[in-house]
């Protein structure tokens, strides 16, 4: 398996999963992370409108499954959203992280720095809501 993991961290791979419920979606998903996978790609599939709304399903329960994920992210500037501030960065995998603005001065110094956030959702399309991980002592 060790070799199996390798290639595929070493090569590009592309898997279309097709047909899919939401739970085996997500049980496929979880054995590709772990695997090393961290991008995924949900095309929605717009044959006929129950498939579209399947789809709509299958990326609705892949956001909610994954929802409260810890993520490290590299903070970079204040950004206006939808008529909102959020200190925006991404995290190593190139997702874009949005956090919403309740000190000014206080996010303003974050950026440039790396913390943990836990995923609460999307922005818009491209960027996830995440809030600061919560630190207990």
């Known amino acids: ?46 044959e006929s409108e129950l498939s579209m709304e399947k789809s709509l399903r299958n990326i609705e329960g892949l956001r909610k499954h994954y929802g409260d ?19 925006t960065g991404y995290t190593p995998q190139y997702v874009r992280a949005a956090l919403p603005v309740t000190d000014r001065e206080i996010c303003s110094r974050m950026a440039g720095n790396i913390f943990e956030v836990q995923a609460e959702g999307f922005v818009t399309d491209e960027a996830l809501r995440v809030k ?5 002592v």
């Not at 994920?69 to 200190?87: C, H, N, P, Q, R």
């Not at 600061?132 to 207990?136: G, N, P």
């Open 1 to 46: 398996m060790s070799d199996l993991k390798d290639r595929i961290l070493e090569e590009k791979l592309i898997v279309i999963l097709r047909g899919l419920s939401e739970e085996k979606l997500i049980a496929t998903v979880d054995i590709l992370k772990n695997m090393g996978m961290h991008f995924f790609e949900l095309a929605i599939d717009n």
């Open 69 to 87: 994920s810890v993520l490290s992210v590299l903070f970079e500037e204040i950004t206006v959203i939808d008529g909102k501030e959020y200190l």
């Open 132 to 136: 600061l991980q919560e630190i207990t």
